[in-house]
Nanobody
């Protein structure tokens, strides 16, 4: 069992930055792949970034490449998503999730545990 709590969201102007954190509890945190997803009003949830159990592999959605960075520290049971050069279209609720597999995956179906989400709002 893994519990996930996101934080770090907020209101920022276009071009600004935010750092989202995902604090995990549960003795299996060091093993699962982790991912960040987002859902904007009226849209489906989409994958943003994912990282393997040891941080050795990462994948990003095209919309996130070059602007967002996912990282993790298993000793701190934390995953981060650094958001830079934010755009109004990045506005969404951002969710952290733990996969049932140790590798990085953008496949929603592979994710078993989800946090409650943190709101990111980017003003133009």
């Amino acid at each position: 069992q893994v519990q996930l709590v996101e934080s770090g969201g907020g209101l920022v102007q276009a071009g600004g930055s935010l750092r989202l954190s995902c604090a995990a509890s549960g003795r299996t945190f060091s093993t699962p792949g982790m991912g960040w997803f987002r859902q904007a009003p009226g849209k489906e949830r989409e994958s943003v970034a994912t990282i393997s159990w040891n941080g050795g592999s990462t994948y990003y959605a095209d919309s996130a490449k070059g602007r967002f960075t996912i990282s993790r520290d298993n000793a701190e049971n934390t995953v981060w998503l650094q958001l830079n050069s934010l755009k109004p279209e990045d506005t969404a609720v951002y969710y952290c999730a733990a996969a049932s597999v140790p590798w990085a995956t953008m496949d929603h179906a592979r994710y078993t545990y989800w946090g409650q989400g943190t709101q990111v709002t980017v003003s133009s």
